[in-house]
């Protein structure tokens, strides 16, 4: 092995990802070249031969962010239209889409609601277009806090559909679905409404 900054071993590698994973602190591993160089790396990284790149956790999303204009307007009539409190509609908007009219999730879901092409077309709307997009969404969300009478449920049938709620008689445990549902009532309980305003 080359004089100067050794390899770590695997061993080092894995026990410093761990460690720092399951403490939440900086982790550090020492490495010592044939030398008797030391070596000091802290946090999980990738090691090449090229290089040692440290993985920094993602940036969190910001929990508030006012919706633009136009989609709290929309938010506010279709909420109105629908019997569905302002907030909860905005939001699923933020949790979906960041309120981005032009996303498009892996599985073709659409829009600021991101409603997929069939529960598109089990409404009659037009996911392609914001206010239909919106409305859509509104109407679904009014659907399933009909047949569940609970938000937490409602929100779940909403990301996991319907009939995963029943068949699970809760929250799905999917670990998407669970991710989904906290963070939508964490933005609720953080403020009447990000932008959308109580109804």
């Known amino acids: 092995m080359a004089c100067g900054r050794a390899k770590p071993s695997a061993f080092a590698v894995v026990f410093g990802l761990a460690a720092a994973l399951s403490s939440g602190a900086c982790a550090q591993v020492l490495s010592i070249g044939d030398d008797g160089a030391v ?11 090229a290089e040692v790149r440290t993985i920094a956790p993602p940036e969190p999303a910001p929990l508030m962010r006012a919706a633009p204009e136009e989609v709290v307007q929309l938010i506010r009539e279709s909420s109105a239209r629908h019997a569905v409190p302002a907030q909860i509609v905005e939001a699923v908007a933020w949790q979906e889409s960041r309120f981005n009219h032009a996303a498009v999730s892996s599985k073709g879901a ?13 409404l009659g709307v037009d996911a392609s277009d914001l206010r239909s997009n919106i409305d859509g969404g509104a109407a679904y969300l009014a659907q399933q806090l009909r047949r569940f009478g609970d938000v937490k449920l409602a929100l779940a049938a909403y990301n996991a559909g319907p009939k995963a709620v029943e068949r699970y008689g809760g929250v799905p445990p999917y670990a998407e679905t669970q991710s989904y549902v906290r963070a939508i009532m964490a933005r609720l309980a953080a403020a009447p409404a990000a932008g959308a305003g109580a109804q």
């Not at 070596?39 to 031969?49: I, K, L, N, Q």
């Not at 659409?110 to 089990?122: E, F, K």
């Open 39 to 49: 070596t000091t790396y802290s946090a999980p990284a990738v090691y090449t031969d």
């Open 110 to 122: 659409r829009g600021v609601m991101q409603l997929l092409p069939t529960t598109a077309s089990d």
